[in-house]
């Protein structure tokens, strides 16, 4: 296998375009209480990138037979045969104890303790329960608030520290939005693969009502956030009230739209919204 297509292979393997802004959050929880770069921080957030790729490589394993079932991930890693199940567990194996040892190197223990646990969770609690429930995407988007939490504790912090604890649940709240919105992009496809789904539950008209809900739920989560001192700066506060103005209206097309384009549209928007307020975070504790 050339270089490039085993890079790239991996890249997929280890989900990467997931990776990245996972450690970008968990940049922005080292932030939080930091206020300052160094080289610890390096290894943390690297670290955390590494242990995502690790956990993303064994769900790959866990759902292979699944995947191969679904449009959607059909060609991933060990469906298309591009790599075998024993490598894949090798490079699984690699990524984890690799993102661990960073993070040992650089955080605490507590912050080890952290990534570990959220590592059962993902792998050992939410990718089972995903099988058996249409509402596992409840416990399962607690995955999205652990990232900052270990951050912020990896740099000194105590994870019941209002800010932190304010920050993870805006993470957590907003991942629920965030996998109905692709529920209802790839609801059908899940179902191939045999998982537990919301659309036998609800009728798609509701489950746009009830995502609609949670975009806005999300949305207010943020507005609070200075209130815990996770942002200070006004002009800060302003731009996050600006944007928030600007993406409620967007979400309410959910009412009347239903074409995917219209999801996929929202689904990107919401995205973005979560990078935006990242970065403004980081502003706010990095020069304010």
């Known amino acids: 296998m050339h270089t490039s297509t085993k890079i790239s292979t991996l890249s997929e393997l280890g989900k990467i375009k997931i990776a990245i802004p996972i450690a970008i959050s968990c940049f922005t929880g080292y932030l939080l209480y930091a206020s300052e770069f160094s080289l610890d921080m390096a290894y943390v957030v690297f670290g955390i990138f590494l242990i995502v790729a690790g956990a993303s490589a064994l769900n790959h394993i866990q759902e292979h037979k699944k995947d191969a079932l ?91 520290d209002w800010p932190i604890l304010a920050l993870s649940f805006f993470f957590f709240i907003g991942q629920i939005p965030h996998f109905w919105l692709l529920l209802l992009l790839y609801g059908e496809d899940y179902k191939k693969g045999g998982f537990k789904v919301l659309i036998d539950v609800f009728s798609v008209k509701q489950i746009h009502n009830i995502t609609l809900i949670w975009i806005l739920a999300t949305i207010m989560v943020a507005l609070l956030l200075p209130i815990f001192d ?38 990107l928007q919401l995205n973005l919204y979560f990078l935006i307020i990242m970065i403004l975070i980081s502003i706010d504790k990095l020069y304010f």
């Open 70 to 160: 679904m449009d959607r991930t059909k060609f991933r890693p060990i469906p298309s045969g591009k790599i075998s199940i024993s490598e894949a567990v090798k490079w699984s194996v690699f990524f984890l104890l690799s993102g661990c040892g960073l993070l040992a190197l650089g955080g605490t223990t507590g912050s080890l303790w952290l990534a570990i646990f959220s590592i059962f969770w993902y792998n050992l609690v939410y990718t089972p329960l995903k099988q058996v429930s249409a509402f596992a995407v409840v416990p399962g988007a607690l995955s999205g608030a652990f990232p900052p939490m270990i951050g912020y504790v990896a740099a000194g912090g105590n994870f019941l």
């Open 230 to 267: 996770v942002l200070s700066s006004k002009v800060l506060i302003w731009s996050l009230l600006a944007m928030s103005l600007f993406i409620i209206p967007s979400s309410f097309v959910l009412l009347k739209n239903y074409d995917r384009t219209t999801v996929r549209k929202l689904f």
